[in-house]
């Protein structure tokens, strides 16, 4: 099968996402212009540098995370976990202003300590980010979309103890999950070493 824009209808869905997988979840955390702290998790999320870390989540629409962590200047990432997956889900649904996402799924506030932002407390990792730039994408013909892609940088680092085995981070221990396509999930549940050949 081949195929450009026109999709062939067998494929009900748009398989994009179902083979760029995983992809890891960005529990992204912003504060609204009154201070309210929002919640909602993208899967166009990815760290995309490191020395200094950064990490970049990008939104389908003008969503709140988005135009929040260009007003507010941060945003704040929380590892979703396969024992947060219920409160990760609902944390997506689209909450009006003046409601928390942090309330209606019943999670802890993490404080953070160089931003106002808070994370999820309960999460094994996350991260404090200032935004250094919101990126309106454009197709290639050069028509703006309503496409935001959000870029940040890791100002602060939050690792829970347990999580910290022999000087790294147990990332199988964590158990995070990962989008694939539809509404299907994966979990990281093991992992192998690779050298390279420079080692
Ligand atoms: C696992 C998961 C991943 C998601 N990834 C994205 C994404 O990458 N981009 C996006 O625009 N919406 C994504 N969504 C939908 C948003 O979370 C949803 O629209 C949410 O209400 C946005 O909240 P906000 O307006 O507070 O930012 C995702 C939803 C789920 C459950």
Not at 62 to 75: C, D, L
Not at 90 to 114: D, H
Not at 117 to 126: D, E, H, I, L, N
Not at 174 to 184: H, N
Request: charged share 25%; hydrophobic share 35%.
């Amino acid at each position: 099968m081949h195929y450009g824009s026109e999709r062939p209808e067998i494929l009900k869905h748009n398989p994009l996402k179902a083979i760029i997988t995983p992809r890891p979840i960005g529990w992204i955390g912003t504060l609204d212009p009154g201070g309210l702290p929002n919640l909602a998790p993208y899967s166009f999320f990815n760290a995309i540098g490191s020395d200094p870390d950064m990490v970049m989540f990008s939104s389908e629409g003008a969503k709140h995370s988005a135009m929040y962590a260009r007003e507010q200047g941060e945003f704040t990432f929380s590892l979703a976990t396969e024992a947060l997956k219920d409160e990760m889900n609902k944390s997506s649904a689209p909450e009006p202003s003046g409601v928390s996402e942090f309330e209606t799924a019943g999670l802890e506030q993490g404080r953070p300590q160089i931003i106002r932002t808070p994370f999820v407390a309960a999460s094994p990792a996350a991260l404090e980010c200032v935004t250094l730039d919101v990126i309106q994408l454009r197709d290639r013909h050069g028509t703006l979309l309503d496409r935001y892609m959000v870029l940040g940088e890791v100002v602060q680092t939050h690792i829970r103890e347990e999580f910290i085995v022999n000087g790294r981070f147990d990332t199988v221990g964590a158990r995070p999950i990962a989008r694939m396509g539809y509404r299907d999930y994966t979990t990281v549940t093991a992992s192998w070493e690779l050298g390279r050949p420079s080692d």
